[in-house]
């Protein structure tokens, strides 16, 4: 068990719906990542936050929206879903935004499938 | 930009044995990090081991060690004496470091399977 939780475990839903994955980083952690894990695409990097504060915003869609909430914890928001919006979509946390040995701990993921 | 390539999708070895995962990098920076992640069928993603850039000794975690080869770009991981449930897909990941961000490059990552 790393510490970071998601929920939910699986979302099933219809094209062009919204849903919201939510998740608590470890107890101290600061940061947090999104990914996204689909067969054709790998694991891609979607945004960071810092103790509240977008930090990077990688590969996301401008339908996906996220944001890190006073009590760190996080929320993904995917709107006007598509087929190919199915994946697994991990949360990970870290203690800072330097570098050295930070290593992100992943939550078991919310897995969205799109019908 | 920065890559990270794992050119073995598939690997097979023996319980008990070691293995070697591959696992080669670009990047034009001097300060980065490596990470290798293990994925078992249930899908989480479990932290393994971590290289830094400017380690001069490569990283070990138990039966798991880094070889780190700052000149040709790699940092394979070794696993010793494999067990069944080694069987997983693993992944290198690469942090930017001077970026100030934290973001992970994943590669496509390797499946490894431990016949008993």
């Known amino acids: 068990d790393s510490g970071v939780t998601q929920t939910p475990k699986h979302l099933i839903t219809a094209t062009g719906q919204r849903v919201t994955l939510r998740c608590s980083p470890r107890?101290?952690?600061?940061?947090v990542y999104w990914y996204q894990q689909s067969l054709d695409q790998g694991l891609q990097f979607l945004i960071q936050?810092?103790?509240?504060?977008?930090?990077a915003k990688g590969n996301i869609l401008e339908r996906f929206s996220a944001q890190q909430f006073p009590d760190l914890h996080s929320e993904l928001n995917l709107s006007s879903l598509e087929l190919g919006d199915s994946a697994l979509y991990f949360c990970?946390?870290?203690?800072?935004?330097?570098?050295?040995?930070?290593?992100?701990?992943f939550g078991p993921g919310t897995r969205l499938t799109v019908l | 930009a920065q890559k990270i390539t794992q050119t073995q999708p598939g690997m097979f070895v023996q319980e008990k044995e070691a293995v070697t995962l591959d696992c080669t990098y670009d990047t034009s920076d001097q300060s980065y990090g490596l990470f290798w992640y293990k994925q078992p069928s249930s899908g989480e993603m479990i932290f393994l081991i971590y290289q830094g850039s400017y380690d001069e000794q490569n990283a070990t975690e138990g039966r798991y060690s880094l070889n780190f080869q700052k000149a040709r770009k790699s940092a394979n991981l070794v696993i010793s004496a494999s067990q069944l449930g080694d069987s997983a897909m693993y992944f290198c990941a690469m942090r930017d470091e001077p970026s100030n961000t934290g973001k992970l490059i994943f590669g496509q990552g390797t499946t490894l399977q431990v016949k008993p």
């Open positions: 107890s101290g952690d600061l940061s």
């Open positions: 990970a946390s870290s203690v800072n935004l330097q570098g050295g040995t930070d290593t992100q701990y």
């Open positions: 936050y810092y103790n509240g504060e977008e930090r």
